[in-house]
Every structure is written in C-alpha cells, then in structure tokens.
C-alpha cells in the first residue's frame, strides 16, 4: 500500500501572554513530528491529553497554521495548493469531533445539515442529494425519518452517527475521527467503534483516529503513534506497540490502562 498521507518535521506553536507583564511566550503543542498513513489503514495517534493528538488532525485539516514542516496528501504538499486544490482538498480529508452535540448546528434540522455539503460542493441535481443522503443515512445505520428533525431530538450515540453521516456525504478517502467516542457510554463507544470497522471496508476508508482510550485503538488501529509533550515518541503496528512497547513513556501509558478482556 502506497502512502496517502505523509507528514515531515510538523511544528505547530501557540502563543500565550503573560496577565502581568504582556511578555509573550511560545509553546510547541507539535514538535517535529514526522508519520505517514498508507491508503486503507486505520492509524492511531494516543497519549494524555494536552500531548498534540488534536492540534496534529487541526493542522492536517488547515484549522491552525502550521509553523513549520510540510503534510503531503496524495504525493502533494497541502502548504503550496494551488487555487484548485485549496478548493478540493476539504473534500477530500473531512474530520469527525469528540462532542457531536456541539459540532452539530442546534438550529438546523438533519436534513439541511447534511445537504449543506452537496449544496456548497456539488451541483447535484435534487433527487440526486436526496439518492446520496439516502445511502449515507443507510450506511451509518439511521432512517430516513431523522432528516426533519434536529440535533437535540437525539441520543449522544445518535447524534455522532449524524456527525459521521456529515463528515462522508461528500465521500471524502480520508477520515480523521478526534476522539469520536469519548463523550459516549460505554455500550454505545462499541457500537461506534464498530461502525467504523464497518464504514473503512464498504468505503475504501483511509482513518487518523485520535484517542486516549488504549483498549479503543487496541481493538481498531492498525498502526499506532505515541505522543508524549508534542512529540511524536513511538511508531510501530498496533500488535508491536502493546506486547513489544520501547519507550518507557509507552510501558508507564499501558500499564495505566484497564486490560477488557472478551
């Protein structure tokens, strides 16, 4: 399998200000982390909170600015796209967030939220949205009849359907899921984590999942990625990482871990 994504030497900074003297200081939430993720692959980014798991997949998708490195997609550097490419490239990598209540508009019905994409996108003809709504609804395991309906009318379980339905109606390759489950119980986390097992075979998936949850990525990546202060510290197969860990970082992460057993 050929590379779909590659990043090399990603540095991202913030800038934090000082209440008291206005002095100004710089924190590297990524700190020249270099990975690559083949087509069709489910890779993990894990570690603590606070550790550049979600500032990576922002600066993946242009949220936050990139201070320096260079994220290739497809082969080409998303820093130097074109006009034409700046257009496609969203439709391309789309992202799913932790909280779906919040990343969905309260004030749109289900409908709306997932035409807005084909609407700003596309210049599908009506029955031809309606034909692709149909069979993202179908795919993540909702009806129909959800589509006059608003986010509040909706479990959390629910709800991260809808996100994930909004995320693919463009039929992106490319998926990142930022803590999709962590906001959910623990029953529903399963069901979740299936339906993306699920979704990556009938769509050909490409997925960066982001997690603290080690059981979660255990069961659902292929390769994983240890983050520790920015850094990108570990890399191997899923198998390697959790029987055959190197960095002390690693064994301290999956020693604090709860094991489930089935």
Not at 195 to 204: D, I, V, Y
Request: with cysteine; hydrophobic share 40%; glycine share 4%.
């Amino acid at each position: 399998m050929k590379n779909l994504l590659e990043i090399k030497n990603l540095v991202v900074e913030y800038t934090a200000t000082n209440q008291e003297n206005g002095c100004k200081t710089f924190v590297k939430a990524v700190d020249n982390i270099t990975f690559s993720i083949k087509e069709g692959e489910i890779y993990a980014l894990a570690g603590e909170s606070g550790c550049g798991k979600s500032t990576t997949a922002k600066a993946i998708t242009k949220l936050v600015p990139i201070k320096s490195g260079e994220i290739f997609y497809k082969g080409k550097n998303i820093i130097n796209h074109t006009k034409d490419e700046k257009k496609e490239y969203p439709k391309q990598v789309q992202m799913v967030f932790q909280n779906p209540y919040s990343s969905l508009n309260p004030k749109m019905k289900i409908g709306d939220i997932l035409k807005e994409p084909l609407d700003i996108n596309t210049s599908f003809s009506k029955s031809r949205k309606k034909a692709v709504i149909k069979e993202i609804l179908n795919d993540v395991g909702l009806q129909e009849s959800v589509l006059d309906l608003y986010p509040h009318e909706f479990s959390g379980g629910q709800r991260q359907r809808i996100a994930i339905a909004r995320a693919l109606v463009l039929n992106p390759p490319f998926l990142i899921a930022d803590e999709p489950v962590s906001a959910l119980d623990a029953s529903i986390q399963a069901q979740i984590i299936n339906l993306f097992k699920e979704l990556r075979k009938q769509r050909h998936l490409t997925i960066l999942f982001i997690s603290h949850d080690l059981n979660v990525i255990r069961y659902l990546a292929d390769r994983v990625g240890i983050m520790y202060f920015g850094k990108l510290i570990e890399e191997n197969d899923t198998l390697s990482i959790f029987n055959f860990p190197h960095e002390e970082y690693t064994k301290t992460l999956l020693n604090s871990a709860p094991i489930l057993r089935t």
